[in-house]
């Protein structure tokens, strides 16, 4: 992530060096790869390689349609293509689990931060029936994440220069964002209900203490 920022900032810089054309279609390019599912890391390791050939190609007179061809789009997909092509099977299900724990710790301990505000429970601590929920909803947050990603992509037209001066719409498909909600609903309902059809009402609301490894959990994710 250091070394991410760092990338970012030389990036950053060197991006005023380009020409309005190419730093106009540069701006694409940042936005469609931003918007992708790769690491940060991965992502500002890409944007600074285009951004070193756009500027080389400047240097030399050259046109970047030499190497990003006429339709910048498919020049970003097949960069991402080839990223996670060359990604592991093991790689991709350890990001997802690490992706998950994340999201699924965050939503658990805000929980149990609501329960003692809401005077719930005395301790800092969520019921069975609730760190389930954390569960389910850590799995939709990266799926629902990943769709959005794909979709929110700005486009924006590469021969006018001065592109901040127009305001340009989002192209996002409401649809499936609403479809996979309500499968999360109906998914969440179906789950609950046989879990306390098999467990009973007393074990999901079973207390799960989280005061003596809040401090264990939150250094593991270098929060403190």
């Known amino acids: 992530m250091i070394s991410a920022i760092r990338l970012r900032k030389i990036r950053l810089k060197e991006q005023k060096k380009l020409n309005d054309s190419n730093l106009c279609l540069y701006k694409n390019i940042t936005t469609y790869i931003q918007n992708s ?52 099977t093991t790689y991709k299900i350890i990001n997802y689990i690490q992706k998950y724990l994340m999201w699924m710790i965050s939503i658990a301990i805000l929980m149990s931060i609501f329960n003692v505000f809401n005077g719930d429970l005395a301790n800092l601590s969520i019921t069975l029936n609730q760190f389930i929920f954390a569960n389910e909803l850590a799995i939709f947050m990266i799926f629902v994440l990943k769709i959005k990603n794909q979709e929110n992509i700005d486009v924006i037209p590469i021969q006018v220069p001065f592109y901040k001066q127009i305001n340009f719409k989002k192209y996002t498909n409401q649809k499936s964002s609403e479809v996979s909600f309500f499968i999360f609903i109906f998914i969440t309902i179906i789950i609950n209900f046989f879990m306390k059809k098999f467990l009973g009402t007393n074990i999901m609301n079973y207390n799960i203490n989280f005061n003596n490894n809040i401090y264990y959990i939150l250094s593991k994710f270098h929060i403190l």
């Open 37 to 88: 599912t790769l690491t940060m890391d991965e992502k500002e390791e890409i944007l600074q390689q285009i951004i070193d050939m756009m500027l080389q190609a400047d240097i030399e007179g050259k046109s970047v349609d030499l190497f990003i061809g006429k339709d910048y789009e498919e020049f970003c997909k097949s960069i991402i293509k080839e990223y996670n092509n060359s990604k592991s």
